[in-house]
T-cell receptor
Framework: KAGVTQTPRYLIKTRGQQVTLSCSPISGHRSVSWYQQTPGQGLQFLFEYFSETQRNKGNFPGRFSGRQFSNSRSEMNVSTLELGDSALYLC??????????????FGDGTRLSIL | AQSVTQPDIHITVSEGASLELRCNYSYGATPYLFWYVQSPGQGLQLLLKYFSGDTLVQGIKGFEAEFKRSQSSFNLRKPSVHWSDAAEYFCAVGAPGNQFYFGTGTSLTVIP
């Protein structure tokens, strides 16, 4: 069974650009959550999608957005990139979400560097 | 304010010794509590989570955690540490429809 796949693994952008990251969940999983990890702020929750609907959202500006498709694949978009957006972006999938009895499975992450 | 505190930034234990990683939280809603592990250069892995019921929760890799409501704590334990347990450990708290918070992490070094 394939795990959670995040693409691309590495990305370099410049300030002001926008970026789209992709997450393909484990087959059958309907929930996808996104997290940001930086040396300064640590791990932070971005948002969770379930059956194409955003179900929960962290404390991030509107530049951060996401969506989920009917096949449960999810994308997150960051517009007008800032240096502080340099981070490891992780996604996790699960059958019913992080608050169910089912475990979450994480991808290896996308490392985004802003120049 | 809602938060998660992991008081120990770094812990060193000998292989075979017992381990306890501390986690305290402050949260308005009834908390759902989690422990995650992150090995060097890798993504996160969920070790265990607590929602309700028995306050002692068993997880993967021989880990367990105990929820103590009176102390607002959710400490992670392992009776005998293996060298492969060296990693960063994160405690987290959340609830459906509410914010989700991670602690700052505890780095574990295992001495042979």
């Amino acid at each position: 069974k394939a795990g959670v796949t995040q693409t691309p693994r590495y990305l370099i952008k410049t300030r002001g650009q926008q970026v789209t990251l992709s997450c393909s969940p484990i087959s059958g999983h309907r929930s996808v959550s996104w997290y940001q990890q930086t040396p300064g702020q640590g791990l932070q929750f971005l948002f969770e999608y379930f059956s194409e609907t955003q179900r929960n959202k962290g404390n991030f500006p509107g530049r951060f957005s996401g969506r989920q498709f009917s096949n449960s694949r999810s994308e997150m978009n960051v517009s007008t990139l800032e240096l502080g957006d340099s981070a490891l972006y992780l996604c996790a999938s699960s059958l019913e979400g992080p608050y169910s009895n089912q475990p979450q499975h994480f991808g290896d992450g996308t490392r985004l560097s802003i120049l | 304010a809602q938060s998660v505190t992991q008081p120990d930034i770094h812990i060193t234990v000998s292989e075979g010794a017992s381990l306890e990683l501390r986690c305290n939280y402050s949260y308005g809603a009834t908390p759902y509590l989690f422990w995650y592990v992150q090995s060097p250069g890798q993504g996160l892995q969920l070790l265990l989570k607590y929602f309700s019921g028995d306050t002692l929760v068993q997880g993967i890799k021989g880990f367990e955690a105990e929820f103590k409501r009176s102390q607002s704590s959710f400490n992670l334990r392992k009776p005998s540490v293996h060298w492969s347990d060296a990693a960063e450990y994160f405690c987290a708290v959340g609830a459906p429809g509410n914010q989700f918070y991670f602690g700052t992490g505890t780095s574990l070094t295992v001495i042979p």
